[in-house]
Structures are given as C-alpha cells and as structure tokens.
C-alpha cells in the first residue's frame, strides 16, 4: 500500500472533512456505502482490506466533489481523468476492477448462463422429436389451445402456484417440478413445453442481472473508486495492469485536480 497512514489518522481526517464515517455497519455495495457526508464500512470486512474499501468510498466523495452535477448519474471518464482518450482508460479500469473485485467478472452468473443455453436446447430437441413443427420462439397452437383451458396455464407466468377457491377456500397448489403429476391430461411433450418455457424464464432474468452488474460494475463512478482501492491495496500490481491510466492518474494527483485524495497518496 502506497499511504503509510494508520486506520486511526485516516478516520481522523475524514471527519475533519465533516464525513460521518459508521464502521459498524451492515453496509451495502463494495462492503462499503457512500451518500452525501456519510460513509458506512460494514463490520465484516476483514482488517487487511479495512483501508482499500474506506479509499473505495472515499473515492465516491471525491469524485462527488469533480462532477457534482454527473456524479449520480454514473460520471465520466474524460473529467475524471481530463484527457479524450478514454477508451485505452476504461480497458485498463476494467482488468484493475477484475482484479481487486473477482466479482465483477460474473462467472458464476456466466456459467448460469451457458448451463440455460444446454437445458434449453435439450428440451427444444425432446420437444421437436415427437413436434418436429414446434419453434421456441413462436405460438405453436396446439399446446395453445390445450393449456387456455387449463389450470396450467399459470404456470406460464410462475413456477409455483398457489390457487384458492373463493367461497370453499380449498387451496391448490401446482409446481413446474411437478406438472406431470398435477395435470396427468396434459401430453407429456405439452409438459416439456411448459418446462422449456420456465428454462427460458429463467434464462431471461439471468441475462437482466448480467447487464445490471455489466452497467454497474463498468460505470465510470465504480470503475474510479476500484482504481483507487486497487492502487492501496497493491500499487504495483496496479500500475502493471493499468500503466497508461496511472500514468495520467499520478500526473493530475500533482495538479491537485485528485483535491483531498491526495492526502492517501502522500
């Protein structure tokens, strides 16, 4: 690590930045969370990574200072580093994020993924060897014209169902996992198409956290305050990975255009 403050100097002088910092917290986000003049450090971050998650957030602050007017809406690399070739920059921001946030690489939502792809394909060709006129991807009328008549048509929309008669209050309940038994009048290739359409649910909501975390994890604001942790967690490994953006990163740092980080860099 670059700064050789203690934990103590460093509290210190963010509270005399008016910053409320909690370090008892159930934090949000990167085991840490910052709005406005407060920082919240959830209590289980480990004592080796005490510093770099606080810089993390402590970068949010500052760069709340750079673009006051932009800073909620995600930021920009070209203020942030002053300079139009940006694109070299976010590639750099991108492998440092990789590396000191293995889980902005989404492999197990990835690997999620690929396993809906499989399932998928398997169910489509079970489905197509007994329809061979079957698509995934359109109607195919008589499955249609069979499930608008039965209680399985609510599995279209959720694998769980709980349905209960108005007066009687008689409760039923049907699963996807089950189908085969709950609804016996219903042909087993109209099963699989059932279940093939729950795979592809599935595989929708998948594909929207994958590009929620995409746009969170590459937003200029986290790839920002990333850089900073990842330059006091391990400089050098940092400027190995990132040369261009460090370069231009330390030469603004003496500017002063950093403001108050460079009191981390000292």
């Known amino acids: 690590m670059k700064t050789s403050l203690n934990k103590k100097d460093f ?5 005399s930045l008016g910053l409320n910092v909690n370090t008892r917290t159930k934090a949000r986000g990167n085991k840490g969370f910052f709005s406005g003049n407060r920082i919240d450090i959830s209590k ?7 510093f770099d998650t606080l810089a993390h957030e402590f970068a949010h602050y500052v760069h709340s200072k750079i673009e006051p007017d932009n800073f909620k809406n995600g930021g920009s690399l070209k203020i942030l580093f002053n ?3 940006t694109k070299e920059i976010e590639r750099e921001l991108i492998q440092v994020t990789n590396f000191i946030d293995p889980n902005s690489k ?6 999620i993924k690929e396993e809906y792809k499989k399932r998928i394909k398997y169910k489509e060709a079970q489905i197509k060897s007994v329809c061979p006129d079957f698509q995934k991807s359109k109607p195919y ?4 014209k069979v499930i608008r008549k039965s209680k399985a048509k609510y599995l279209l929309k959720h ?27 219903l042909k087993p290739e109209f099963i699989d198409i059932l279940k093939l359409k729950s795979l592809q649910k599935k595989q929708t909501n998948n594909s929207r956290r994958i590009n929620k975390y995409k746009k969170y994890y590459g937003s200029p604001v986290e790839l920002f305050a990333r850089f900073i942790q990842s330059l006091v967690y391990d400089e050098q490994i940092t400027k190995t990975i990132a040369p261009i953006t460090c370069e231009r990163f330390y030469r603004l740092l003496e500017q002063g255009f950093y403001r108050e980080l460079s009191y981390l860099f000292k």
């Open 106 to 111: 989404l492999e197990r939502l990835l690997a």
């Open 83 to 85: 300079c139009n070739y």
């Open 11 to 15: 509290l210190k002088y963010l509270h």
């Open 141 to 144: 009328k008589p499955f249609d």
């Open 159 to 185: 694998d769980r169902i709980k349905l209960i008669t108005p007066f009687l209050k008689r409760i039923e309940q049907y699963s996807i996992a089950t189908a085969h038994l709950d609804f016996p009048e």
């Open 44 to 50: 289980n971050v480990e004592d080796e990574r005490f």
